[in-house]
């Protein structure tokens, strides 16, 4: 770490914010509930590359440079990965799973997985979903009542994610949406708010594990006397359980499915062990790796996906222009085609084009994670697409970061840097989806799985469920808007920081976001 110190000795000619502690930088004020106008503030003050102190003089940087970024997710690729704590802390908890394993292993996990979430089973999916829209659109139908009525939409948000996740990758229901959730569902729930009291812990993981074999960590965390971590192995233990439980489940469907020439469970996880059971390949996944897998993608598409299904209705019940717009798209497409809104397949809904523009735009402005990280594994040197200016006043046209440094990639300005967007990149505005891009977006190369943004990351650990969560905002959007008029609450919505921004009331003690929308049930 003193040598690390020494060779980032230069890094501190970047500009950043003013550290305001010795011993923790900036870290407390960017990592709390209440840091997101300070993270906006910082992310979009100092430019395309960011000194942020951390832990005793440790200097991390938040990148928004697309060259720098492409050079991150291209070329040096396998240079750049997780940090070993973030991994090891997957792996604890829920064995092992994409999170928790790097460079090979995680390319032969990817390639297993990455087939399931193609285009061509999500398709497949698409009726599920609708039947879950369904059932949100018929529960608030009944709580709304013949007038208007303010009501908590991101707990409903929160059921149908987790719902629409559930049944399309395990097969599995959480129960009906009016009273949704299992014990499964709670400790998923609880992985991340248990997670934020062990933070300071977190980074002693890896040598832990190392040290000590797993029944000795085990005795040893029902001596500490740390009830989070007790928790964290209650969680650990119930996602297991459960997890085990339903594979065994599956496995047993599936042979019976083959005994009677039956293809009829067509979730995809289903369809991977199906993929698995037949294979030769000495690579498939094993039993733990499958596990691993399903508490991963249950955990990794929920608070995601109602997060920015809660945005995009916000912004709706802001912006009436916008919803009479995406009204009239969705009646011209269903009643105006003599059709209903389940016929709506995949492409069609994908086809809809200012339905697709909300959810970009929205996406874009408001990605869930404003930044992620990365640690560079070695030395190395990125290009810059443009010079920063140092504290010294001198023009820096490339980037050394030594071995051990951390960089946050900086997805809130990415998707908003003005340079790029255009001098109108802070305002909400589904139209700039509708003409042709602006061309320095289109050469600035971002690197990128969806719409020239970085919401989604890039690169090998790109998200792997971006298609899945995109269809889903389209298809609960549908429905909400084709069912209801949305208008806002006299509430103010503040966002506030997990590991991702949640709407909460400004004022409320609540943990558990909160979004209240008036809401009137449309004519049918
Ligand atoms: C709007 C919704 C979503 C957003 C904004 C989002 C964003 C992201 C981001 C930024 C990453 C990279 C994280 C990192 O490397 O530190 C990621 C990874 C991942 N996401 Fe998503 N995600 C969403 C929905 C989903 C859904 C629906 C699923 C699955 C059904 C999913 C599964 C995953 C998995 C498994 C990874 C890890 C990939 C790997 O390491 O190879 N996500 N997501």
């Given at each position: 770490q003193f040598q690390r110190r020494a060779k980032q000795r230069h890094l501190r000619n970047l500009p950043g914010p003013p550290s305001t502690s010795f011993l923790t930088g900036v870290a407390k004020d960017l990592h709390n509930p209440h840091a997101v106008p300070y993270r906006e503030h910082v992310l979009s003050s100092y430019g395309r590359v960011i000194k942020l102190q951390g832990f005793l003089g440790e200097i991390d940087i938040a990148l928004s440079d697309p060259v720098a970024l492409g050079a991150i997710f291209g070329k040096f690729r396998d240079v750049f990965e997780l940090p070993k704590w973030q991994s090891e802390t997957h792996r604890a908890v829920f064995g092992p799973n994409l999170m928790s394993v790097s460079g090979s292993e995680h390319h032969k996990q990817r390639k297993h997985l990455n087939p399931i979430f193609s285009a061509k089973y999500l398709r497949e999916a698409?009726?599920?979903?609708?039947?879950?829209?369904?059932?949100?659109?018929?529960?608030?139908?009944?709580?709304?009542?013949?007038?208007?009525?303010?009501?908590?939409?991101?707990?409903?948000?929160?059921?149908?994610?987790?719902?629409?996740?559930?049944?399309?990758?395990?097969?599995?229901?959480?129960?009906?949406?009016?009273?949704?959730?299992?014990?499964?569902?709670?400790?998923?729930?609880?992985?991340?708010?248990?997670?934020?009291?062990?933070?300071?812990?977190?980074?002693?993981?890896?040598?832990?594990?190392?040290?000590?074999?797993?029944?000795?960590?085990?005795?040893?965390?029902?001596?500490?006397?740390?009830?989070?971590?007790?928790?964290?192995?209650?969680?650990?233990?119930?996602?297991?359980?459960?997890?085990?439980?339903?594979?065994?489940?599956?496995?047993?469907?599936?042979?019976?499915?083959?005994?009677?020439?039956?293809?009829?469970?067509?979730?995809?996880?289903?369809?991977?062990?199906?993929?698995?059971?037949?294979?030769?390949?000495?690579?498939?996944?094993?039993?733990?790796?499958?596990?691993?897998?399903?508490?991963?993608l249950l955990l990794a598409a929920t608070d995601t996906t109602s997060s920015s299904i809660s945005r995009a209705t916000q912004l709706l019940s802001l912006h009436p222009d916008a919803q009479d717009k995406l009204r009239r798209e969705l009646i011209g497409a269903t009643t105006g085609a003599g059709r209903t809104l389940l016929d709506l397949d995949f492409d069609t809904l994908a086809g809809l084009p200012y339905l697709d523009a909300i959810v970009k735009e929205t996406l874009r402005l408001y990605p869930p994670f404003y930044l992620f990280i990365r640690i560079a594994q070695e030395d190395v040197v990125l290009p810059l697409g443009s010079p920063v200016t140092g504290i010294d006043g001198k023009q820096i046209h490339e980037l050394f970061l030594p071995a051990g440094t951390i960089v946050w990639p900086n997805v809130f300005w990415v998707n908003r840097d003005p340079e790029i967007w255009g001098a109108d990149s802070a305002e909400w505005k589904p139209e700039r989806w509708l003409g042709p891009l602006p061309e320095k977006l289109v050469e600035a190369h971002i690197p990128s799985v969806f719409a020239h943004t970085m919401t989604f990351a890039a690169g090998p650990r790109s998200c792997i469920g971006y298609n899945l969560a995109v269809t889903e905002m389209r298809i609960a959007l549908a429905h909400l808007i084709l069912s209801f008029e949305l208008t806002p609450s006299e509430k103010e919505i503040v966002w506030k920081l997990g590991g991702i921004v949640t709407p909460t009331v400004r004022g409320s003690t609540a943990r558990k976001p909160e979004l209240p929308v008036n809401v009137t049930v449309l004519p049918t």
């Amino acid at each position: 770490q003193f040598q690390r110190r020494a060779k980032q000795r230069h890094l501190r000619n970047l500009p950043g914010p003013p550290s305001t502690s010795f011993l923790t930088g900036v870290a407390k004020d960017l990592h709390n509930p209440h840091a997101v106008p300070y993270r906006e503030h910082v992310l979009s003050s100092y430019g395309r590359v960011i000194k942020l102190q951390g832990f005793l003089g440790e200097i991390d940087i938040a990148l928004s440079d697309p060259v720098a970024l492409g050079a991150i997710f291209g070329k040096f690729r396998d240079v750049f990965e997780l940090p070993k704590w973030q991994s090891e802390t997957h792996r604890a908890v829920f064995g092992p799973n994409l999170m928790s394993v790097s460079g090979s292993e995680h390319h032969k996990q990817r390639k297993h997985l990455n087939p399931i979430f193609s285009a061509k089973y999500l398709r497949e999916a698409v009726s599920t979903q609708h039947g879950i829209a369904q059932e949100l659109t018929n529960v608030l139908k009944a709580e709304v009542g013949q007038s208007t009525s303010e009501v908590e939409l991101s707990e409903y948000f929160s059921r149908y994610s987790l719902e629409a996740v559930g049944r399309t990758t395990l097969g599995y229901t959480f129960g009906p949406l009016k009273k949704h959730g299992t014990d499964y569902s709670r400790a998923l729930k609880e992985f991340g708010p248990t997670l934020s009291h062990l933070h300071l812990w977190r980074p002693l993981l890896p040598w832990l594990r190392k040290t000590f074999p797993p029944a000795l960590l085990r005795f040893g965390v029902q001596l500490l006397p740390m009830k989070a971590l007790r928790h964290m192995q209650w969680i650990s233990d119930s996602v297991f359980a459960m997890s085990k439980r339903l594979l065994d489940e599956k496995m047993e469907n599936l042979r019976k499915d083959d005994l009677h020439g039956l293809r009829e469970n067509k979730d995809l996880m289903s369809v991977l062990l199906r993929e698995n059971m037949s294979t030769e390949d000495v690579d498939s996944l094993s039993e733990p790796e499958l596990l691993g897998q399903m508490s991963l993608l249950l955990l990794a598409a929920t608070d995601t996906t109602s997060s920015s299904i809660s945005r995009a209705t916000q912004l709706l019940s802001l912006h009436p222009d916008a919803q009479d717009k995406l009204r009239r798209e969705l009646i011209g497409a269903t009643t105006g085609a003599g059709r209903t809104l389940l016929d709506l397949d995949f492409d069609t809904l994908a086809g809809l084009p200012y339905l697709d523009a909300i959810v970009k735009e929205t996406l874009r402005l408001y990605p869930p994670f404003y930044l992620f990280i990365r640690i560079a594994q070695e030395d190395v040197v990125l290009p810059l697409g443009s010079p920063v200016t140092g504290i010294d006043g001198k023009q820096i046209h490339e980037l050394f970061l030594p071995a051990g440094t951390i960089v946050w990639p900086n997805v809130f300005w990415v998707n908003r840097d003005p340079e790029i967007w255009g001098a109108d990149s802070a305002e909400w505005k589904p139209e700039r989806w509708l003409g042709p891009l602006p061309e320095k977006l289109v050469e600035a190369h971002i690197p990128s799985v969806f719409a020239h943004t970085m919401t989604f990351a890039a690169g090998p650990r790109s998200c792997i469920g971006y298609n899945l969560a995109v269809t889903e905002m389209r298809i609960a959007l549908a429905h909400l808007i084709l069912s209801f008029e949305l208008t806002p609450s006299e509430k103010e919505i503040v966002w506030k920081l997990g590991g991702i921004v949640t709407p909460t009331v400004r004022g409320s003690t609540a943990r558990k976001p909160e979004l209240p929308v008036n809401v009137t049930v449309l004519p049918t």
